[in-house]
């Protein structure tokens, strides 16, 4: 019989509760990170949120070219289980504007959300989706309001919290807490990498890239959310001793 066995999707609210209940028992804290993972894993149970149909286009060529090969490299996990089978059917976008930064890594920078403006999910108080990035990405030093975590589903990437510090190796299975304002930055190497992320907490629609300058200081550069969920330049402004103490990188 045609449809035999077929697992019905998932949808609306028994989707977001498989998402926290996966997320509780895929996410493992350490001692120091316990209370942020607390805080992301009690928002992602309680945001309100509101089922919605998106249309969806043909994929950005990068996500229909990597996706599958990161999809079946995927390590079993109760998270990757509750994405998988929603990895396809996602409203994938670039999420910077090529106009503003070098188009190679404009172009290496994809997202669908699962829970946001453009999610199945609509929210505006937390976001949960996937994130794509090529191979040979570096997704430069930036900070933002919101509380951020990287679990990472496929693949493996370089985070680094600061100027100074050494880069972080975060391989599937693994994750990254990124708290409120603390500056980051990410790297590919060889192979692409697909990234389960959650946003919550202040998403003031600003995401502030550092920028150092030829006379050796450094200036911030303000991109800021677009109603299509993806970002524009807005705004520079020379980066603050203030700031960069708020960002964890003094
Ligand atoms: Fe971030």
């Keep these: 019989m045609a449809g035999e066995g077929a697992i019905p999707p998932v949808k609306g609210p028994a989707l977001q509760n498989r998402l926290a209940d996966a997320f ?30 998106l249309p969806v286009d043909q994929q950005p060529p990068m996500v229909s070219d990597r996706l599958p090969a990161l999809l079946d490299a995927m390590p079993v ?24 930064t070098d188009p ?17 999910l ?34 493996e990437i370089y985070i680094r919290h600061g100027r100074e510090k050494l880069s972080m190796h975060v391989t599937a299975g693994e994750h990254s807490v990124t708290p409120p304002h603390q500056v980051h930055e990410l790297r590919t190497g ?19 890239w550092w920028e150092p300058q030829e006379d050796g200081s450094w200036d911030r550069v303000c991109w800021q959310r677009q109603p299509d969920s993806s970002w524009k330049v807005t705004r520079r402004e020379p980066l603050s001793e203030s700031e960069v103490l708020r960002a964890g990188d003094g």
């Design 24 to 53: 509780d028992v895929t996410v493992r804290p350490t001692a120091g990170e316990a209370p942020l993972v607390e805080t992301l894993a009690n928002d992602l149970r309680a945001v309100v949120t509101t089922p919605q149909e």
């Design 104 to 120: 190679s890594l404009a172009g290496g920078l994809m997202a669908g959300q699962v829970i946001g403006g453009r999610g199945k």
């Design 122 to 155: 609509h929210s505006k108080d937390l976001y949960l989706g996937l994130f794509l990035l090529a191979p040979h990405v570096t997704y430069p030093l930036h900070q933002h309001a919101a509380l951020e975590i990287y679990h990472v589903l496929s693949g």
């Design 77 to 100: 996990s109760p998270l990757a289980e509750v994405l998988r089978p929603l990895a396809r059917d996602l409203d994938w976008y670039q999420i910077f504007d090529s106009s503003h």
């Design 190 to 208: 060889t192979e692409a990498c697909l990234i389960a992320y959650v946003w919550t907490g202040d998403l003031t629609g600003e995401n502030w």
